[in-house]
């Protein structure tokens, strides 16, 4: 059996129960060394446990090593950062995994973009202001259908949190002034939950300066939209002049 694991942002306690457990049980874990917290597999996993980086490996021998537990009826976890479903290049596994009949199954984790707005004490959703949260990225090495086209998206003015940019923020930015007022704030989030973390706030104006005055270059989310200003509607479900399925107005 092999299980697919979010990890989660990084903090150790942010990941699932059923995630955890799928861990003290592993005989062997796979992770991604550069993005995934050590710490996970030193504090949850069995001591013998057998620990592949797949920051060295290729997709064949990911799959390899998979197939070789499963003859000796070991159990694997591949461990993936935040949720496994977004930008997780779980899909070529688990097909892998189907054409050799091999069993797996899907325990989901905490995106990194949630953790950024838990850390951000921010809403992604709030009445007037944005109802819709777009996640994207700008184009990667596997070729443009992969990146979304951030001008684009843009015109909806909706939230938006950018995975896998921070390198490229400029670029980022130039295209979502397009739609986007100068004055729209954006937050980068370095290593969300992380010891060593880093928050930058600012607009469209002068996140890139702000940035590259960090230094930051690599694992961090980029967020915009006016849901990180101060103007919004109260919500209607807990308006008292609003009743709903599960309160009457006559109730209060
Ligand atoms: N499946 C992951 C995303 C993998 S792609 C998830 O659900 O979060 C890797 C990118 O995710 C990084 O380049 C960065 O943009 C983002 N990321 C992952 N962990 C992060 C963290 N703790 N803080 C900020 N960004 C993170």
Not at 65 to 92: C, F, W
Not at 161 to 188: C, G, R
Request: proline share 2%; charged share 25%.
């Amino acid at each position: 059996m092999v299980l697919f694991v979010g990890a989660g942002p990084g903090d150790v306690e942010l990941i699932t129960i059923k995630g955890m457990k799928a861990l003290q049980n592993a005989d062997c874990v796979i992770y991604a060394g550069s993005l995934v917290n050590r710490k996970l597999i030193d504090e949850y996993c069995k001591e013998d446990v057998t620990v592949y980086n797949s920051a060295n490996m290729n997709l064949d021998e990911v799959i390899d090593v998979m197939i070789n537990m499963e003859q000796q009826k070991k159990s694997v976890v591949r461990l993936h950062t935040g949720d496994p479903s977004i930008y997780g290049a779980i899909r070529e596994q688990m097909d892998r995994l189907i054409e050799r009949k091999i069993e797996f199954d899907v325990i989901p984790g905490v995106s990194s973009f949630v953790a950024a707005a838990s850390r951000l004490k921010e809403e992604f959703t709030l009445p007037s202001v944005s109802q819709t949260v777009i996640i994207t990225r700008i184009p990667g090495r596997t070729g443009k259908g992969e990146g979304g086209h951030i001008e684009e998206l843009a015109k909806h003015k909706a939230s938006m949190a950018i995975f896998l940019s921070v390198q490229s923020i400029n670029e980022v930015i130039n295209k979502l002034k397009t739609s986007y007022n100068d004055n729209t704030p954006v937050a980068v989030v370095y290593k969300a939950t992380w010891d060593d973390e880093k928050i930058i706030r600012g607009t469209i104006a002068d996140i890139v300066e702000k940035v590259e005055e960090a230094n930051i270059t690599r694992f961090a989310q980029i967020l915009v939209g006016d849901f990180m200003s101060d103007k919004y509607s109260l919500s209607k479900l807990y308006d008292k002049n609003f009743s709903h399925m599960y309160r009457n107005i006559s109730d209060n």
